[in-house]
């Protein structure tokens, strides 16, 4: 049959849909909410469990959209994959960028309360910044799993070397890995 098949999410038990929902250059911004969360019930009613957004994503506003589609309790959270990314430029504010302990503490809170949600399942790093340290990256990330905000964390775009120092790093520290890297491919990009 037609059935979606499910994956596990690198070497974890966590386990998404072949097929993902994203969220970039569409909720909040190109495409009206209501066909947004018409979108996202489409996805789940066919199996889908995996939605991803990103802080940057319209600013913010593919994150409220996907909270309002939640907040009506047709679908339950825990059944779902959601994930979420930092790294971009938020505003002005010189520390409200990149991978710094900082701009990580407050990026996951705005996330969470633009979600409204108390923890998501993945949070990707963005793109590799190159002005933190990655000690300080990987720490604050094995902070906030600890705190229960975020259940596993991931890369976007990051090179082999990259992900390498970043393994070993978290190997050192006993902090939590990295389990997936989100490399710029999907069914339109390739």
Same mark, same amino acid.
């Given at each position: ?5 499910? %994956?596990?999410?690198? *070497? ?28 996202? =019930? ?11 957004? !990103?802080?940057?994503?319209? *600013?913010? @506003? =593919? ?10 309790? &047709?679908?339950? %959270? ?22 710094? /302990?900082?701009?990580?503490? &407050? ?19 963005? /793109? ?17 799993? /600890? @705190?229960? *905000?975020? %259940? ?6 990051? &090179?082999? !070397? @990259?992900?390498? %120092? ?7 520290? /006993? =902090? ?5 890297? @989100? ?8």
């Amino acid at each position: 049959g037609n059935e979606l098949k499910y %994956r596990h999410v690198g *070497k974890s038990g966590l386990k998404v849909s072949e097929i993902s929902l994203g969220s970039w250059l569409t909720y909040g911004g190109t495409v009206e909410n209501e066909m947004a969360k018409k979108c996202m =019930a489409t996805a789940i009613d066919n199996g889908i469990n995996f939605i991803d957004s !990103a802080e940057i994503y319209a *600013k913010g @506003q =593919a994150e409220t959209v996907i909270a309002e589609f939640l907040a009506d309790g &047709t679908y339950d %959270r825990k059944d779902l994959v959601i994930s979420s990314k930092v790294f971009w430029p938020m505003n002005d504010n010189i520390n409200r960028w990149g991978l710094s /302990r900082k701009n990580i503490m &407050t990026a996951i809170e705005g996330t969470l309360e633009r979600l409204n949600l108390d923890y998501i399942d993945i949070y990707y790093m963005h /793109r590799y910044d190159y002005m933190t340290p990655l000690k300080e990256t990987v720490e604050v990330l094995d902070d906030i799993i /600890r @705190q229960g *905000k975020v %259940r596993y964390w991931g890369t976007s775009v990051w &090179t082999a !070397a @990259q992900l390498e %120092r970043a393994n070993a790093i978290a190997k050192d520290l /006993r =902090a939590h890995k990295p389990i997936v890297e @989100q490399p710029m491919y999907n069914m339109l990009f390739r």
